[in-house]
C-alpha cells in the first residue's frame, strides 16, 4: 500500500533520517524566500540530477508531478495576471511554480530513500519534549510520516487513472476522474484507519499514550 519507499544502495539511502528530514526543513526555509527563476531553475536542475543518480526508477517518479501541472499553470497565469503580464509578473509566476515543483521532489527524495519507520523514529525524538503537553509523539511522528508518505501514492493513483482513461478514450482526461479518484482515497484511508486501529494507535490510552 504503502509504494513511497524505494529500496536502495545509495548515499541518500544510507544517510539517517533525522539528517534528510533536518536538511528537508532547511532547504525548504531557504527556497521559500527565493525570488529568481534563475536560481531555482538551478536548484531544480541539481534536484533532477540527484533522481537521475539514483537510476531509472526513481527518476520515473518525476512524472508523478503531471497531475499537478493544470495548478501549476492556474498559479503561473494569477501571477503574471496580479503582475499585469509584466517581466516581474512573468518572473513571479514561474518562481511559484520552480518553487513548488521544487519543494514537492525534495520531500519525494526523502520519502524515497526512507524507511516509514526511520522516518517515524526520527520524527519522534524530535516531538518527544511536547509529551508533557499531553501530544503523543509516537501518533503524531506517524501522522507526518503518513502524510509524506501518501503524496506519492496518491499522484500516482491519479496517474494510473489517467492512463486508463486514455486507454479507452481519445479525449483528455477530464473533471469525471476526480469523483472516482475521491473514492479511491477515501477507501484508501479506511483501509490505513482500520490497519492502525488494528495495531492499537487508535485506542485510548491516556493523554501520554506512546
Known sequence: MMS??????????????GLKLFALALLSLLILPMDAPWRLAGALVLTLAVYAALGRAALARVGLLRPLVPLLVLMFVLQAWAGDWTSAGLEAGMA???????????????????????????????????????????????????????????????????????????????????????????????????????RGFGRGRGPHAE
Open 4 to 17: 513511497g519507499y524505494l529500496a536502495g544502495h545509495s548515499i541518500l539511502h544510507r544517510l539517517p533520517a
Open 96 to 198: 511559484s511554480v520552480l518553487r513548488i515543483v521544487l519543494m514537492v521532489l525534495l520531500a519525494d527524495l526523502v520519502t524515497l530513500s526512507t524507511p516509514l519507520q526511520h522516518m517515524m523514529d526520527a520524527l519522534e525524538t524530535v516531538l518527544r519534549p511536547l509529551r508533557p503537553l499531553g501530544v503523543s509523539p509516537r501518533k503524531l511522528a506517524l501522522a507526518v510520516a503518513l502524510v509524506l508518505r501518501f503524496v506519492p501514492v496518491l499522484l500516482s493513483a491519479w496517474h494510473a487513472r489517467e492512463e486508463a482513461w486514455r486507454a479507452r478514450s481519445t479525449r483528455r482526461p477530464s473533471l469525471a476522474l476526480i469523483p472516482g479518484f475521491l473514492a479511491d482515497t477515501l477507501r484508501l484511508a479506511d483501509r490505513v484507519a482500520e490497519a492502525l486501529d488494528a
